[in-house]
Nanobody, 115 residues
Framework: QVQLVESGGGLVQPGGSLRLSCAAS????????MGWYRQVPGKQRELVAT???????VYSDSVKGRATVSRDFAKNTVNLQMNSLKPEDTGVYFC?????????WGQGTQVTVSS
């Protein structure tokens, strides 16, 4: 059974930084893309950042220049470094591993940016 576990969330002051980590266990094949999504109450889950097996990265406009996604396909881990955090970065962050055969999600970690 595949399990993704996120860590690193919490309360951060505006302007601060945090690093989210996601580690996967279980049998997965053909993972092409690893990344992070964010969800706030009443809204759909939205992409934050992803990195593909060909090293292509995609960032949402809201985090571009402030976030760095890094993945290790061999270790099945993906991290998200976020700097200059803003209150609008608040939400539950989910990691995602995607392959043509399926998509896997973590349980989410809360990030709150507030003074």
């Amino acid at each position: 059974q595949v399990q993704l576990v996120e860590s690193g969330g919490g309360l951060v002051q505006p302007g601060g930084s945090l690093r989210l980590s996601c580690a996967a266990s279980g049998s997965m094949h053909g993972i092409n893309i690893m990344g992070w999504y964010r969800q706030v109450p009443g809204k759909q889950r939205e992409l934050v950042a992803t990195e593909s097996s060909s090293d292509t990265t995609v960032y949402s406009d809201s985090v571009k220049g402030r976030a760095t996604v890094s993945r290790d396909f061999a270790k099945n881990t993906v991290n998200l470094q976020m700097n200059s955090l803003k209150p609008e970065d608040t939400g539950v962050y989910f990691c995602n591993f995607w392959s043509p055969q399926g998509s896997y999600w973590g349980q989410g970690t809360q990030v709150t940016v507030s003074s």
